[in-house]
């Protein structure tokens, strides 16, 4: 689950982290509200979607020659000024894709004097297990490019489990930012914070870009991307109630409603499939063959037939899914069970796309009489490959009809 920039500011500010005072707004109203509670005279109106790179996006409204979505005010006219501009537009960013998002939201902050900017994350590495630091001197640009192009300005520490963070990584992070002294001290005590927050809400990264140093020597966090572990949500009900619905896929919203792992892609080809590896495997596999996939949808290894008729609704549900491969192995989970949802979603819903079915594993047998009996046109695949080439052919032979 993501948030906003502002709750995630408002959240670690509560373990103690330096963040510029600001308030969010959603109408210009609001917005001038916000910038009368701060001393000024400079002020920051910030759009607040769920994607980065907002600063040199850019309003499709407004055309190329538009200002983009972070923005400098120098008086409360210019704040209402930006804010009516901003508020309802959609922005589009290099995270957002072409399509943009609606901005709904603001925050306005105080103006800060930057002296320097340092890019700051936690996050799971999954590969050693742990929790990662990754650290750089390189704040307040796209991080990606600076892991391309210069990596060695690039500083990664793990943190071991069994003993958490320790003092070491403190000093290895002020070091890699090249602070000494009190910056030095301050950003040991802004990193500990940071980890006890990261502890603290289960959270699967924590980036800080930038953390700048202020003209008076300051620490601050100018802005904040927070992500939480979907699987710890129980044990945070509170942050559940920071989920804007509204930045998010209605489809992968009515996913998660049925505990199915859907996302949403530019594809045509709709893909249904148990377990991550296999989806990725298949993914790929309908690429290879010329293909695009329209979503990446795991039903998991013990659905039921009601799981699979909800997956397979969600992805009929999608106007730009062309054609539909389903790739089931059946270990846990049966292909019998399987072909019964296919079946079941594929009359509710009134089947007009090619279907191409591949099953194996447990009761292939059983799944493939069902599904050869039903009287649906449902086209059989041998293994992958085929299913690939079938649903693939189809589609673009559909799109040429």
């Known amino acids: 689950m993501n948030i906003h920039e502002y709750q995630a500011k408002e959240l670690l500010s509560k373990f103690g982290v330096p963040v510029p005072a600001g308030y969010p707004a959603m109408s210009v109203e609001e917005a001038v509200a916000a910038a009368e509670k701060l001393p000024g005279p400079l ?27 972070v923005r400098l005010a120098n008086s409360v006219d210019e704040v209402r000024g930006h804010a009516a501009e901003m508020l309802g537009k959609t922005l589009v960013t290099v995270q957002t894709g072409p399509a943009g998002k609606k901005v709904q939201r603001l925050y306005i902050t105080d103006g800060v004097d930057i002296g320097e900017e340092f890019y700051l994350a936690l996050l799971v590495d999954r590969g050693s297990g742990r929790i990662a630091i990754v650290a750089s001197t390189e704040g307040g640009v796209d991080i990606e490019g600076v892991a391309h192009d210069t990596p060695e300005k690039i500083e990664t520490l793990t943190i071991d489990p069994a003993t958490g963070l320790m003092p070491h990584h403190g000093r290895a992070v002020a070091a890699a930012l090249g602070l000494e002294g009190e910056l030095a001290k301050q ?21 800080i870009n930038p953390l700048a140093v202020t ?9 904040a991307k927070v992500s939480f572990d979907g699987n710890a949500e129980f044990r945070h009900p509170d942050l559940e109630q920071l989920r804007d619905l509204s930045e998010e896929e209605p489809m992968e919203i009515e996913a ?22 296999l989806a ?18 795991d039903v998991g290894g013990g659905a039921n037939k ?13 106007p730009a899914v062309q054609g539909i491969l389903v790739n089931i192995f059946g270990g846990i989970m049966r292909c019998d069970i399987i072909a019964e949802g296919i079946i079941a979603a594929a009359r509710e819903v009134e ?37 690939a080439k079938k649903i693939v052919a189809q589609v673009k032979q559909s799109v040429a009809a």
């Open 187 to 207: 950003a040991q005590s802004v990193l500990a914070k940071l980890y006890e927050a990261f502890i603290g809400t289960d959270a699967s990264q924590i980036e």
């Open 43 to 69: 002020w920051v109106v910030k759009s607040q979607i769920h994607a980065g790179g907002r600063g040199k996006g850019r309003f499709k409204e407004l055309g190329e020659g538009g200002k983009g979505g």
């Open 351 to 387: 089947l007009n796309v090619p279907l191409v079915v591949r099953l194996e594993g447990t009761n292939v047998r059983q799944g493939k009489d069902i599904l050869a009996t039903s009287g649906l046109p449902i086209i059989s695949a041998d293994d992958l490959g085929d299913a």
């Open 306 to 318: 009601e799981k699979v008729t909800a997956a397979f609704k969600i992805i009929l549900s999608d």
């Open 280 to 297: 990725m495997a298949t993914m790929d596999i309908i690429k290879l063959n010329g293909g695009a996939p329209a979503n990446f949808c």
């Open 215 to 223: 003209g008076d020597g300051r620490l601050l966090v100018l802005d």
């Open 256 to 277: 998660s409603k049925h505990d199915l792992a859907y996302i949403k892609l530019d594809g045509d080809i709709g893909c249904m499939v148990n377990g991550a590896g």
